[in-house]
């Protein structure tokens, strides 16, 4: 039956895939038709004796093998438990809801692509998700817990309550997550058999049962299973470019924006002052016919001030924008180079719009810092280094203060560079309304895809912090980063993953290669009857606007039903104000309210109604005809531009002509559009204008054009994957990183004994401390070992007792570590024993988080700092990720080096430390005798525990001595001075890393 709908699909593998499927279908339905014997109960039975079958399969492959076996019985349960439930009235979202579904064939194999992991490509309305009811029943079988993950909150809602009816039928459990929800409700949703969510909600769950609770209890989700993503491209595409960060207080700041501050506002003035100037000049330049001169200098506006309202008005003119266009890509040759160079450099700074990127010039360095041009550019430190080598003046130890000296100038210096840039980016490109919005005095993120504002989300790197600079709010150093993950190493978490969405063939590479997700695209349910017509491509906005509300008003006086797409949030103002005053009533979306936005959508398709949107993608809500719609042609689609991306062109289109309805979509576009300016053939397409010499309200009209600007389209795609990729790259560093971290987080956090954990710790850094006191070659420092016992563990043990020179590494690790445990052991002996096992917990916890988190931080800092050796002619990737190694080697050591400062500060109570301290004498002396060795020399001054300063001959230790604190206070030390721990290190990379 499916031949006709096969034939319309291009991708033969597709084809291949699709028709394989067709005995399973057909398997499905025979079992269908067997179950309409059965009676509810006997249906209902099926799910516990699945359940019952794969409760004991540990091995994966086999389960997933079983799975695959009951797939055709367990589909069809739930096709005929939906057919069933045909009638039956509820509650949705506390709006009466009558069940009228039963699978499609094509539904069936939309579920049996998910559960197979891919991505099942359906357009919109072919009821997605009904489809995933399929796949989420039969993996939920394992018990382990099927997740299915939405845009947003409301949609989770909606979406578990109606397919609920069919899942509680069966019996299974289906929970929710919501925003507001306390842990102890969350974790009960995620034990639900069925859990729905929004994608950060599961996110930011992870991050904190990961990286904040601190028992096993307080823990709501359960390991990853299996997750379908509805949306998929939204989600794991649009979000994933601003990571999931929980921050807290911070305990440092290094930026210097408010110092900046004024000089780049200054500075951004004069630029907008000269750009004014040049192109008021430049009208005269062109008028007296120099056109390649004009142009010239036209280019060094855009280079100044690319958003400039003359230069956009000059390229309204397509003689003008022609000569433009070809002097600025001549400057791109070699022969023009250094013109460019020159050109560059009477500005003050320059912005490439195409790269988000600014810099200061010459000139710009100088206004900035008048005395010292120089702050704000980088040694050459190649050669200076080279040079340092070869001084012949110089030792080998000056050579190294000299260079760390070179370091340090380069570090302040990338520093202020940095900052600088990021301001000149906020105040330059950044447009306040557009890509951001001030509420409360907090600068708000606007997802330019969806125009919704991401509330919590931060822009990285700096960026946000120069915005709210500019804003005049607060610069938000209060918070750091306390755990962080990019949605990308979240969803690979799950070991089986699926997802589903109307557009994912044109991002089909992206998802192969970040998720090895392949792409499966599935037919609609009756054939697609849509009119896509040619663009109609404008010279100016204003030409273009006016034809859009023409179009609308036309299709609105014959009751048709419009839904108008815009790129931003400023369009759709537009747009509302201009049919406003058409008189012509129309809604806007303002995504505040996604229950409200449901609604809007759902009456969209009414007849005569006009709804106004930015970017339908990730919205979920389908739009239904109304009555007689049908006859006005459906629904039409009017998009005011065309979006960067081709796939959010594509889900707005696919608002209309679902299950087969009429629908028409038409995109309007001008030469003024972003895309196109940026882009677009401009070059080309202006040679066309002038061919045809276009009229005032003229368009353009072509299929040739439509590729043209799909090419556009294609290159913005590639270079937004690129920058997923390269924060994907550096997120990957981080990941391993958080994977060992909260590994060992989880493992003291769910072991019924945590002893062994803290002994394996011990075990592993004795033996390190030994290497390093007393190597097995170079000089070997005995005593200095001894004195780091004694301080971090309350041995009292002598010189003598130790003997520690006379031993091997072995030995001496072999004797400390048994002296180490007999006292923790008394110690214990002594605390309430049920609180032992949290105090050795929290030994554990405490020493990773506080160390993680400065590390997170450094880490933040070295990704600043990498990016700016890139002018350094060093692939910052690679650095980033040996210096990030190192640190995460050091991190490893001082976790344990301060699990084993924690290990005796910490007690169940006054009283049990008391009594443990004062039998501690008593056990020192036993336990040296037992040794083989002498006491005597216990109480002498220096070989005493210096933890214990005011201890008598008799070797009392004071209370408030051994209590101390087991936070390390950060002594006042600058960020470059030498470490006062002696490591010889920088202070800033050693005991002083993440302080100011
Ligand atoms: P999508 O997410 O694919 O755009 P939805 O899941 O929102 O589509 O479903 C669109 C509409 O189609 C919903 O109103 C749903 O009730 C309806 N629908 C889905 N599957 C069926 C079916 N098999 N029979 C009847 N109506 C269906
Ligand atoms: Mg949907």
Known sequence: ?????????????????????????????????????????????????????????????????????????????????????????????????????????????????????????????????????????????????????????????????????????????????????????????????????????????????????????????????????????????????????????ATVSTHQFDKFKPLIEEI??????????????????????????????????????????????????????????????????????????????????????????????????????????????????????????????????AKVAEKAKHQEVTDQRSEAIHNISQLLRAYCLYEKDVQYVVEEGKVVIVDEFTGRKMSGRRWSDGLHQAVEAKEGVTIDRETQTLATITIQNYFRLYEKLAG??????????????????????????????????????????????????????????KKQPVLVGTVSVEASQVVSRMLQREKIPHAVLNAKYHMQEAEIIARAGQPGSVTVSTNMAGRGTDIKLGLGVADTGGLYVVATERHEARRIDRQLRGRCARQGDPGQSRFYVSFEDDLMRNFGAADRMTKMMERFGLQEGEALEHPWLNRSVETAQKRVEQRNYQTRKRALDYDDVMNKQREVIYGWRNEAISTEEPRPLLYETLEEHIPDKVAEF?????????????????????????????????KTSQEAADFLLERIKKSYELKCKHEVPESVKHLERHCILNAIDRLWQEHLYAMDSLREAVHLRAYGQKDPLIEYKTEAYQMFTELMANIKGEVCHNLFRSTSNLEAFGAFLQSLPQFLIHADETGAQTTEHRGQPGQRPPSAPSEGEGGEISMASALQPARREVPKVGRNEPCPCGSGKKFKNCCGRGAA
């Open 1 to 249: 039956m499916f031949t006709w709908l096969l034939k319309t699909i291009v991708g033969s593998k597709n084809v291949r895939m699709l028709k394989k499927l067709g005995p399973t279908v057909t398997r499905i339905n025979q079992h269908d038709e067997e179950f309409k014997k059965l009676s509810d109960d006997e249906l209902r039975a099926k799910t516990a004796a699945w359940k019952e079958q794969l409760a004991g399969i540990e091995d994966r492959a086999e389960l997933q093998r079983k799975l695959d076996e009951i797939l055709p019985e367990a589909f069809a349960v739930v096709k005929n438990a939906a057919r069933r439930l045909c009638g039956t009235e509820y509650s949705v979202c506390d709006q009466p809801y009558t069940w009228n579904m039963v699978h499609f064939d094509v539904q069936l194999i939309g579920g049996i692509c998910l559960h197979r992991g891919t991505i099942a490509e359906m357009a919109t309305g072919e009821g997605k998700t009904l489809v995933a009811t399929l796949p989420l029943y039969l993996n939920a079988l394992t018990g382990r817990g099927a997740h299915l993950v939405t845009t947003n909150d409301y949609l989770a809602r909606r979406d578990a309550e109606t397919m609920g009816l069919v899942y509680k039928f069966l019996g299974l459990t289906v929970g929710c997550i919501q925003h507001d929800q306390y842990p102890e409700v969350r974790r009960e949703q995620y034990h639900c058999d069925l859990t729905y969510g929004m994608n950060s909600e599961f996110g930011f769950d992870y991050l904190r049962d990961n990286g904040m609770a601190t028992s096993k209890e307080s823990q709501v989700q359960r390991p990853h299973y299996f997750a379908i993503v509805d949306e998929v491209d939204s989600i794991l595409i649009d979000e994933a470019r601003t990571p999931l960060i929980i921050s807290g207080p």
């Open 268 to 397: 951004v003035r004069k630029q907008s002052m000269l750009c004014n100037r040049l192109v008021t000049e430049t009208e005269a330049v062109f008028a007296k016919g120099e056109n390649e001169k004009a142009a010239d200098t036209m280019v060094k506006v855009k280079f100044g001030q690319p958003r400039n309202k003359g230069l956009m008005r000059m390229m309204e003119d397509p003689d003008r924008r022609k000569h433009i266009d070809k002097a600025e890509l001549s400057f791109y040759t070699d022969a023009r180079k250094p013109e460019l160079y020159a050109l560059k450099e009477e500005l003050f700074f320059t912005i490439d719009e195409r790269q988000h990127e600014a810099d200061l010039t010459e000139q710009g360095r100088t206004f900035m810092n008048p005395e010292d041009p120089d702050a704000f550019t980088l040694p050459d430190m190649a050669t200076a280094f080279a040079d340092i080598d070869n001084n012949q003046a110089l030792d080998d130890a």
């Open 500 to 557: 589903m969405t109307g557009t994912a063939e044109t991002e089909a590479n992206e998802f192969h290669d970040v998720y090895k997700l392949d792409v499966a695209v599935i037919p609609t349910n009756k054939p697609i009857v849509r009119k896509d017509v040619n663009d109609l491509i404008f010279k100016t906005r204003r030409e273009k606007y006016t034809a859009v509300i023409k179009d609308i008003a036309e299709a609105h006086a």
């Open 774 to 806: 007393v190597p097995e070659e170079g000089e070997k420092n005995p005593d200095g070992l001894l004195h780091w016992c004694n301080t971090t563990f309350p041995l009292g043990l002598t010189a003598e007792a130790a003997a520690l020179g006379s």
